[in-house]
């Protein structure tokens, strides 16, 4: 009865470890991230030619949704339009690229779940191939006529829509490690982003291309650094519209749970 008893309670604890590691989808590179409250958070990148693509880029973020509610992971603002723009509505991931036509938009099949890490990526291919990745599985593509990206001059906006800034279109959620390249990774790329992010450690993919990168990292002060080379640094909103800087401890909380079921079966066995 002892061993059947064991053997049990060690089912349960593996299937509730089980569950709280897929909670996290990532070993977590160890650092901080970036948390938006759902309530007019940004972070602004002055324009810079960096940004001006017109045929080919990728917008790349890790995100763990505290709502499903709409957000905004990256937009580049043109005229009364966006140029270039990730969004999340409905709890599914959404690329727009002005002037794509006619379809103008891609969507993810897959809907995230809240409190959950996700590798999201939106490629744009050569004018007409808009893709959507999630945990380096594509989930959406759309090809359109080739057609060239409006240029402009307005600022990246991270976390908040330019246009419709209200509570309504700023995301709730963590954001880490964000990259922006001006070429479209190919998805063997995009695999290997998503594993090294599995494992615990920065992308290990070519930075040929790669334009801007903000980790995250810094957990003090309001600007969020971009380590890519190119100086696209961002800077917070002010007051209410300040995202905050959170550590992650994931792996540690973890094993932490782990070992609190596993003092809980002891407790068990000894009854």
Known sequence: MRVAKAITLFITIFIACSGYASSVSRSTISGNALSMDGYMDYVMIP????????????????????TLSYGLFFEKYALAEEDKQFIFVGGAPWGYAYNWSPVEYVKSSVVLTTNTWYHIVFTYTNGTTGTIYIDGVQTGTVTGTASDIQDSTGPVFIGRD??????????????????????????SDIQQSYNDGVNGIKSTVSRNGLMAEWTFDEGTGV??????????DGTFGTADSSPTWVLIPEPISLILFCLTIAGSILRKMRS
């Open 47 to 66: 324009d810079d030619p960096a940004f001006d693509i017109y045929r080919s880029f990728t917008i790349e973020l890790w995100y763990k949704p505290t």
């Open 162 to 187: 330019y246009i419709r800034s209200s509570s309504t279109t700023t995301l709730n959620g963590v954001l880490d490690e964000m990259r922006f390249y001006n070429i479209a990774l190919d998805s």
């Open 223 to 232: 600007t969020a650094g971009d380590t890519s080379g190119y100086a696209n």
